[in-house]
């Protein structure tokens, strides 16, 4: 899924009330995302994975594969590494720098 394009809201009143709208919707698709999956999306993260020895550190991103289907659960990337939540140890949102 991704949270950076959205469906524009063209029935809004002022020029600005669909931009804002648009992402207030976004941004409650994204938080439903991270709620029922348990991860951070878009922020700074250090994530303890199952079976790996170091955590990870950086943006945590949902990897697309247009062959699974869109009822399996999403699979993750970071650093070069495709994992699963199940697979999530822990996951810490860090200070931006």
Sequence with gaps: MNFD??????DANGPEDGYRRWREELDAARHAFERRWGVILSRRVSVVLEDHEKPLVGLLRVASDSKKPRTAPPEFEMDGL???????????QMDPD
Excluded: K, T, W
Excluded at 5 to 10: A, I, R, S, T
């Design 5 to 10: 394009q959205g469906n524009f809201n063209f």
């Design 82 to 92: 495709r994992f699963q939540a199940r697979s999530i140890q822990s996951i810490v």
